[in-house]
């Protein structure tokens, strides 16, 4: 099994940035994909961005230039760099991670094994 706990959400105006921590324990392996989904109110959980171990990453297109995916195999932990921020992305985020040596498609696609709680990021206009 692998606990996810996700940090760094809260509430900010828009156009500014705040970095998602994701730490990873217990049966983590660096060849797992690991990832961040969302979901607003009213709305399904949806792909936001991915990164597996090469680090080949993947974003959606409507956070493509303003958030950044990355990753420290020493510390179990991905992050979520999010900038310029806008009210639609007001959202729970979720860290989302997969067992070891499946392809980033399959996570990106909802496939997921393992999530987190959530962390709520509220953008302000």
């Known amino acids: 099994q692998v606990q996810l706990v996700e940090s760094g959400g809260g509430l900010v105006q828009a156009g500014a940035s705040l970095r998602l921590s994701c730490a990873a324990s217990g049966r983590t392996d660096r060849s797992s994909t690991m990832g961040w989904f969302r979901q607003a109110p009213g709305k399904e959980r949806e792909i936001v961005a991915a990164i597996d171990w090469s680090p080949t990453t993947y974003y959606a297109d409507s956070v493509k230039g303003r958030f950044t995916i990355s990753r420290d195999f020493a510390k179990n932990t991905v992050y979520l760099q999010m900038n310029s921020l806008k009210s639609e992305d007001t959202a729970v985020y979720y860290c989302?991670?997969?067992?070891?040596?499946?392809?980033?498609?399959?996570?990106?696609?909802?496939?997921?094994?393992?999530w987190g709680k959530g962390t709520l990021v509220t953008v302000s206009s």
């Open positions: 989302a991670a997969d067992e070891a040596s499946k392809p980033i498609s399959a996570l990106i696609r909802g496939g997921v094994d393992y």
